[in-house]
């Protein structure tokens, strides 16, 4: 067997989705499995004076969790964190885990592409919702959809997952 995986990551604290398309030796498509999964984050004291917990990667789980794919037959989207000075704190977060991400992704071999969420959101969610909460349900919704058995494990959405969905219909890019 062959297999092609296709990793989706949602920037900050959000999801990765992983799918995989099964082939034969002679390249017959077989089956296509899916998962979605928390980024693995660690909650730790910030620096700061006023006590406060601040939210990073998980680098080591989320090493671990790229060594299981070989990254000549693995294509990684990683989409580009939020910044927003009116929303500083979780710029920051974002900012942290996608440097972090970048990192565990060079030391494992895997090759990225950074997108922007209307890249993805655009060709798989309906047109004309508006607003982050509406987003993150539609989200959600269409995972549920496309992917029923996987309903118990999408929470607030699944862009992650979408993500990979979006990546393995563009093909090996």
Do not use: C
């Not at 607003?131 to 992650?160: N, T, V």
């Amino acid at each position: 067997m062959h297999l092609i995986t296709y990793i989706g990551i949602d920037n900050g604290v959000g999801t990765v989705g992983l799918i995989t398309n099964v082939y034969t030796e002679a390249g017959k498509f077989i089956r296509q499995e899916a998962d979605i999964l928390p980024v693995p984050i660690r909650k730790e004291l910030d620096y700061t004076k006023k006590k406060q917990m601040v939210s990073r990667l998980d680098i080591k789980a989320m090493r671990q969790l790229l060594k299981g794919f070989k990254p000549e037959n693995t294509f990684v989207a990683l989409e580009r964190p939020m910044v927003n000075p009116g929303r500083f704190k979780a710029s920051a977060v974002g900012l942290r885990i996608y440097e972090a991400m970048l990192i565990a992704l060079e030391d494992t071999g895997h090759r990225r592409l950074v997108i922007d969420s209307k890249a993805w959101q655009k060709e798989i969610l309906p047109s004309g919702i508006k607003g982050s909460d509406k987003l993150k349900k539609a989200s959600a919704q269409i995972g549920k959809q496309l992917f029923p058995h996987l309903e118990k494990k999408i929470k607030r959405d699944a862009d992650g997952l979408l993500i990979a969905y979006w990546l393995s219909n563009k093909g090996e890019l």
